[in-house]
Structures are given as C-alpha cells and as structure tokens.
DNA sequence: CTGGATCCGACATGATACTG
DNA sequence: CAGTATCATGTCGGATCCAG
C-alpha cells in the first residue's frame, strides 16, 4: 500500500539549513518538526486542493467530487480522500445502504484550512492573467534569443 | 524538455464539471480558463513553495538558496527557479563577473502571493499537532480493524 | 559559481478488472 | 455506488558530466 508511511526520508535528514543568525523567519523547517515539510506537500497537493476547495461547506458524494474535479481518477480521488481523512482534514460518512452511499465533508480543522486554500485559489484567480502576460513575454524574449 | 508547455491535456477538455445550477462557487475551473488548475498546481508545487517562502524579501544567491532548501537538487532549483521566473514570480539578476554572480529576489507579483503562501506555512505550522494527532487516531483504528 | 544536458531509476498516477 | 487490487507507464527528480 502507498501508505502515507514516509516516503521522502531526505525531508527529515537535515531538512532545511536556515542559519539567519538572529532573524529566522523559517525556522519551522530546521526546528519545530521536519513534519511541516511533509505536511505541506500534502496539503499543497494537486488534489487535495481540489477536493478541499470543492468542500465548502456541502457534504459531497463520492462520485458528485469525481465528477467535480474532472480529470481525476477514481484511485486518486479514492487516495486523496483516505488521506485528507487520516490527516483529520475531511470527515467520512458511511451509510449503510444498499448501493452504498458515501459522503465527505470538511472537519472543523479542514475548515480552517479551506479558508487559507481559498484564498491561495483566489490568488490565482485573481493573477492569472498577469501570470500568463509574464509568459508570453518571457517566452518571447527565450525565442529572440534563440 | 519539461517545460510548461502542456503536460496534462486532460486539464482542460472539460477541466470540472462544476454545476451547482445558481450558487456556483467554483465557476474558476469550468470557466475563465482552466489555467487556474494549471497555475495552482505550479505555485502549490512542493519546491516552488519553499522558493516563494525563502525569497521573502531579501535576494539570495543560487547557492544560498540550494543551501537553506535543504535536500533540493541542483536541477529542480534551477527548474523551478526557471518556471518561477517565467512566471512572473522570481526576478533573476545575472552579475557579470566571474565567477557568476545570480540573485533571485520575488517580484511584486510574488510578493503579492508570498503572503498567500506564508499564511498557508502559518497554517501548517499551527495545525501539525492536531494533524499529528489525527494521523495517531486514524492509525490506531486502522489497526484495530486490521 | 551557476547552470545546461543527459541518463536512468523510483514513485505517482492512470487504466483496468473485480468485489460488496 | 464506492471502493480495492493489480498492472502498466510517464513523469519527476537525483546523479553525473560538462560549459561559461
């Protein structure tokens, strides 16, 4: 199983130098825990975005997130899901009918984090444009200059 | 190459199916573009991330921060590096001298999503003992249903 | 020092088939 | 419907060599 064991030993190793001297802005990588590292690349993950941003405040089912989140395949969702529910992010109902029905909601926790997630979203909504100028013309200049 | 030419078609044929009919919080991904997706996925990228985070105002050299993003390689700082710049986020500065002299500093359009992501390391740093927890919770029930 | 290019393995992810 | 298990593979990312 693919597990949420620990796949990147190097995170942990020595993690992140930071050595300010006196300011340290980021000493939540050396110290704290390595965890934030980790923990970040799982929230900050492609579909556990998604799955969390689509999470408002609505209970969804299985396959109404599936169908949401085009593009996703049924492990993925199936994997996102078991681990947003491990890391206490979402909350899964079972109920014991006949077809099975499942539904997802966000925890009290994950809904901190939707807050934090929406607002990396609206960033994004919010500059693309500018992101896409900034290609264009970076790519022009790249091919003017061979 | 791996540039951010077009990697994952699927994206954008019919990107999410979002139809809540009138309350539609998520119009991002079905309509505007379905770049939203794609940008999300490159700033919420697991180095790009720590980049944005590192570059908070200060300019760093390329071994700087090769340095303080502990168990980064050489070629994912530099890719990263690359795309951040294509981007708009980063702004590299090439000292002619020898030996080469690089800095990388964000732009204005970083530093508009340097808080965004700071509040999500904010989140993290604040919430990885409940998700340490929770993780616990889940492994021990796990278990016990073996 | 800063990277570009290449090679290659590992892991993540998709596709498919099967179950309760 | 809601998964699980298995297999196939594409991509990411590390290691290495080379260049300005």
Redesign the pocket.
Known sequence: ??EGTL??P?NCAGTVGVDYGDTDPFQWDSREDCQVRQILDRVA???SLLVIALLDNRRL????L?REID??????L??S??QLERDGLVK?T?YPV???????ELTPLGRTLHTTIRSLVTWTEEHQGEIAAARQAYDAAESGRG
């Not at 089912?61 to 109404?64: A, K, P, Q, S």
């Not at 593009?71 to 993925?76: A, C, D, L, N, T």
């Not at 006949?98 to 997802?104: L, T």
């Open positions: 199983m693919e796949k990147s190097s993950d492609k579909w089912r299985f396959t109404e599936r593009g996703i395949s049924q492990r993925m199936t994997v899901l078991r899964r079972v006949v077809p099975p029905r499942v539904e997802y």
